[in-house]
């Protein structure tokens, strides 16, 4: 029974289109993370959301924006690709205020040409 | 600089020997270090941490130690096996926000 899943797992697309990640939890956490991890590994997040508050790390571009239709969801949304998107993308979830437990999905490998 | 610099970036051992991977933190307010496992192909997963009360904390042949006056942090796996093999990142959190920031990670290489 997968707690967090992504979907798709590998998303080669060009440049400049439009592409979107999902991401959901059946764990019952209220608070949803996505994180984009580099080729060096380095873990940066990029939004957290619950349902009173979205966080949003004010490096990321606003040609990235999170989508929530329900508490178990998050999906992410990325416009006008360019290449330096190219990344793994996780996404997490926590449960009240144990931020410090966070659950990780397998990642989305996204590849822009 | 970094809110959360981790060292060593490479660690390579002898299974059977010890692993010690630290981390330094800047938010003195910092109560809480957790430290996540990832395998190759996989999400992080949480393996230990340690609220800002406590000094040590075991679970197994994993510790985790906490200096706050020093404002550092430390994992250490004892007998280290081949399953050890994967990226390690501390985290803390920093800049008044409670939602953790990771270290750069620590890849760690048992050799059989």
């Known amino acids: 029974d997968t707690a967090v899943s992504q979907t798709p797992k590998y998303l080669v697309t060009q440049m400049g289109n439009d592409k979107s990640i999902k991401c959901e939890q059946n764990?019952?956490?209220?608070?949803m993370y996505w994180y984009k991890q580099d080729s060096k590994k380095f873990l940066k997040i990029m939004f957290s959301y619950n349902n009173k508050e979205l966080i949003i790390n004010e490096t990321v571009p606003n040609r990235f924006s999170p989508k929530s239709p329900d508490k178990a969801h998050l999906n992410l949304h990325i416009n006008s690709l360019e290449l330096g998107d190219s990344a793994v993308y996780f996404c997490?979830?926590?449960?009240?205020?144990?931020?410090?437990?966070?659950?990780f999905g397998p990642g989305t490998r996204l590849t822009v040409t | 600089g970094e809110n959360v610099e981790q060292h060593p970036s490479t660690l390579s051992v002898q299974e059977g020997d010890s692993a010690v991977i630290k981390c330094t933190y800047s938010?003195?307010?910092?109560?809480?270090f957790p430290w996540y496992k990832q395998e190759l192909g996989k999400g992080p997963q949480l393996i230990i941490d340690?609220?800002?009360?406590?000094g040590e904390k075991k679970d197994q042949r994993i510790a985790v130690t906490l200096n706050k006056t020093a404002k550092h942090f430390s994992l250490h796996i004892t007998e280290t096996q081949p399953e050890d093999s994967a990226v390690y990142f501390c985290a803390a959190p920093s800049g008044g926000s409670y939602i953790p920031t990771f270290g750069r990670g620590t890849s760690l290489i048992v050799h059989p």
């Open positions: 340690i609220r800002s009360n406590v």
């Open positions: 938010d003195s307010a910092s109560n809480y």
């Open positions: 997490a979830s926590s449960q009240g205020g144990r931020y410090y437990e966070q659950y």
């Open positions: 764990l019952g956490h209220d608070t």
